[in-house]
């Protein structure tokens, strides 16, 4: 399982760019004008991690599986979406099928490109997208409440509590409250979830600057990076014209080029990491001698449940897990002499996988 991240924004904010970018393709058309990208370009990318590679020079493994994330470059959003504006409506059903929203934001002034509001404010195009997202969710739940009133009639309780949440999240929403972070019962989660809203899917803010703010930002950036901490939300400094050049370059080249420009990472691992947190994901790895393998789960995931992202017989069948921590695994230099020095530890039905663990599944079926 690796994960589908929608990249979002007014237009002319640099999304494309961003897009071929982290993909290192020319699959989205980065151009200046609205509504370049209509259909949403899919770019499917390895998760960089080096403990894999680690892993895999110390197993001698035939073949090296990173786990992968989705980027999905969904067509710029404007005001009036919610209501059909800017083929506003198709873009939305695009952004309910990933599983966390990148929104990229306009941090550079530049003569040369296009602001589709003509003045260069962060906060409003925040205002605007958000605002966009809020209408089409009040929109679907209006709409659930009006089919789920009918059948309240007859008398049933779990309905009328559906009727109840609705009826608190139309309220938030309709008052620009953040629904994000609202506690509710497991129980009223799992309804919401299959309400597919768009507001509640995790956040991250893109925040698209000039390359001499590449390092520290600016003071456009400083004030989405301030509104996100506000939200509860992620935020990172990019400059998608700066990512474009280095995913031009040799893998030597790419890292000379960050060296020189005063940065220690790329966008994608920025963009992955941030990703990976606000969705609560951790990587575990196989590894032997015919693959090492990274796999995504979600944090507190059980040890069967684990395994059956490899085969879900591995899940039915599930005896036990013989797991090594990361560290131990390097340290000692593989399965065999972690085994020897009791390194090795065998878990069962109600272990929860760690980050990093090192994992061999006993099953059967």
């Not at 929104?103 to 003045?119: G, Y």
């Not at 030597?252 to 080029?257: A, D, H, I, R």
């Not at 879900?312 to 013989?322: T, V």
Request: proline share 2%.
């Amino acid at each position: 399982m690796g994960f589908k991240c929608g990249i979002i924004g007014l237009p002319n904010v640099g999304k494309s760019t961003l897009f071929n970018a982290l993909t290192e393709s020319n699959k989205a058309e980065a151009a200046n004008y609205p509504f370049a990208t209509i259909e949403p370009n899919i770019g499917r990318v390895a998760v960089p991690d080096q403990r894999l590679n680690i892993l895999s020079k110390i197993s001698k493994s035939e073949k090296t599986i990173p786990t992968y994330i989705d980027f999905v470059d969904i067509a710029g959003l404007v005001e009036g979406a919610s209501k059909g504006e800017g083929l506003g409506n198709k873009f939305l059903s695009h952004i309910r099928e990933v599983d966390a929203i990148a929104h990229v934001v306009r941090c550079f002034e530049d003569n040369d490109i296009t602001h589709v509001s003509s003045k260069i404010d962060p906060l409003s195009d925040v205002k605007i997208i958000t605002t966009e997202l809020n209408l089409a969710d009040i929109e679907t739940l209006q709409n659930k409440f009006n089919s789920l009133e009918k059948k309240s009639k007859q008398g049933d309780k779990e309905i009328k509590n559906q009727l109840k949440i609705i009826e608190q999240l139309l309220e938030k929403l309709s008052n620009e409250i953040n629904i994000r972070n609202i506690d509710f019962s497991n129980e009223d989660l799992y309804f919401i979830k299959s309400l597919n809203l768009i507001s509640i899917k995790p956040m991250l803010y893109i925040c698209n600057v000039d390359e001499k703010s590449i390092v520290k930002g600016n003071i456009l950036s400083q004030k989405v990076i301030d509104h996100a901490k506000t939200e509860q939300n992620n935020s990172v400094i990019v400059s998608a014209s700066i990512e474009s050049q280095i995913a031009e370059l040799k893998i030597e080249e790419k890292y000379e080029f960050l060296k020189e420009l005063g940065l220690e990472e790329t966008t994608l691992v920025k963009v992955i990491n941030s990703g990976y947190n606000i969705l609560n994901l951790i990587t575990y790895f196989t590894s032997g001698p015919k693959e090492s393998r990274a796999w995504t789960v979600t944090k507190n995931t059980l040890a069967p449940e684990g395994a059956g992202k490899i085969h879900s017989d591995f899940e039915k069948g599930f005896i036990r897990a013989e797991t090594i921590t990361y560290n131990d695994f390097v340290e000692l230099e593989g399965e065999s002499a972690c085994r020897d020095a009791g390194k090795l530890r065998q878990e069962g039905k109600d272990y929860i996988i760690n980050d990093g663990d090192v994992m061999h599944f006993l099953f059967n079926v």
